[in-house]
């Protein structure tokens, strides 16, 4: 039997609109969207709503997302409404926050008592690949839940972290439910989902967003976590943005501090700076700002690899592993350093990344290990 309420909810999503920016002023006024379905066209509600989001109010009717509603059923995707016990609490008292959100996997991680946002740039350097490795794998070993956006870089990072360790994460998408962007993410999604792992999103299966779903959805993944993380992020970026947020929402903000060169680690670095953000070397921090004790840790160091063997490489190989540096760089400067080109340039790296010389990073990225 199709649930009345459900479609009400599902109804007040779609007249609202992407960021349901007066959702906490409408049912603040009506109590419900049945109630403010009944009072549609007989009560002035310019003040309220937009012209727009009168419009659907009036061609809309709860009735036309049945089909909606048992889509998602036959899909398994839950659709948590603000007024159910599982929509995370976090967010229900968020002036903005979704009417509706669309959940696969385990849906206990989203009401965890724990939960640390983790960001970062999708085209991290190696450190901030291994800082989101080492903080996050504290984190997780504490038992925190993880939330990130399921992006390429750092926001994976996080999600691996919490995997390896058998710890919650939430993945907050920036499309439709049924999309993983980007699409080398869904192993990841599906081993989040089978074990302790929730993703959410609040666009429905089948609907077409654009670049501004992923700014929506930092709204979402700060509101979520109690603190947040900046590992690695420009001055300007959606990084930046989800800080935004966190400021917004009351949520404390810790930076990864940085290289005062790269550019990467510009907005980490001016957090610290201008006094927004404390610094996080390690997750003891973090952790002691949620009231739990860390474990004593080893000093934090970079992944110990095993020396090269004396090994016959190629000519190509060798070629590349003098182009090589301890900063990452892509493919094709590589390629053009080693004179090689990008068939060759990958087949060098391959058998150097195998041999213990050379170490990948994020986004194709490689330096000496």
């Given at each position: 039997m199709t649930d009345r309420r459900q479609l009400e909810w599902l109804w007040l999503s779609a007249v609202l609109g992407p960021g349901a920016a007066h959702c906490g002023r409408v049912l603040a006024l009506?109590?419900?969207?049945?109630?403010?379905?009944?009072?549609?066209?007989?009560?002035?509600?310019?003040?309220?709503?937009?012209?727009?989001?009168?419009?659907?109010?009036?061609?809309?009717?709860?009735?036309?997302?049945?089909?909606?509603?048992?889509?998602?059923?036959?899909?398994?995707?839950?659709?948590?409404?603000?007024?159910?016990?599982?929509?995370?609490?976090?967010?229900?008292?968020?002036?903005?926050?979704?009417?509706?959100?669309?959940?696969?996997?385990?849906?206990?991680?989203?009401?965890?008592?724990?939960?640390?946002?983790?960001?970062?740039?999708?085209?991290?350097?190696?450190?901030?690949?291994e800082a989101a490795a080492l903080i996050g794998g504290q984190l997780a070993q504490a038992g925190i839940c993880l939330v990130s956006g399921l992006a390429d870089g750092l926001d994976s990072e996080a999600h691996k972290a919490a995997v390896a360790a058998g710890a919650p994460t939430v993945g907050v998408l920036g499309t439709a439910i049924d999309k993983t962007y980007p699409v080398t993410n869904r192993r990841l999604r599906s081993e989040m989902e089978q074990g302790c792992g929730a993703v959410i999103s609040e666009f429905a299966p089948g609907e077409a967003t654009g670049a501004g779903g992923f700014l929506q959805r930092n709204r979402i993944i700060a509101a979520l976590a109690d603190a947040v993380c900046v590992v690695e992020a420009r001055q300007k970026s959606g990084t930046m943005n989800t800080v935004g947020h966190a400021k917004r929402y009351g949520r404390t903000v810790f930076a990864v501090p940085g290289a005062i060169f790269s550019p990467l680690c510009g907005g980490t670095n001016q957090l610290l700076e201008e006094g927004q953000a404390y610094a996080a070397p390690s997750a003891a921090p973090i952790l002691r700002h949620l009231g739990i004790e860390p474990a004593p840790q080893k000093p934090a160091s970079r992944r110990a690899r095993p020396a090269a063997p004396n090994l016959n490489l190629s000519a190509e190989a060798k070629a590349m592993q003098k182009a090589l540096t301890s900063q990452a760089q892509g493919l094709e400067p590589l390629a053009k350093a080693a004179g090689l080109s990008a068939g060759q340039a990958l087949a060098a790296l391959m058998e150097l990344e195998v041999s213990g010389i050379a170490v990948s990073g994020a986004g194709g990225q490689y330096r000496r290990a």
């Open positions: 009506y109590g419900t969207p049945g109630e403010l379905y009944e009072a549609v066209g007989k009560e002035d509600m310019s003040g309220l709503l937009t012209p727009a989001q009168l419009r659907r109010a009036e061609q809309l009717t709860p009735e036309q997302f049945a089909p909606l509603l048992a889509r998602c059923h036959h899909m398994g995707v839950r659709v948590l409404c603000q007024d159910e016990e599982d929509y995370p609490a976090r967010l229900t008292a968020l002036s903005d926050a979704p009417p509706v959100l669309y959940c696969t996997g385990d849906v206990s991680a989203l009401s965890q008592p724990a939960a640390v946002a983790m960001i970062g740039s999708r085209r991290p350097s190696s450190y901030g690949v």
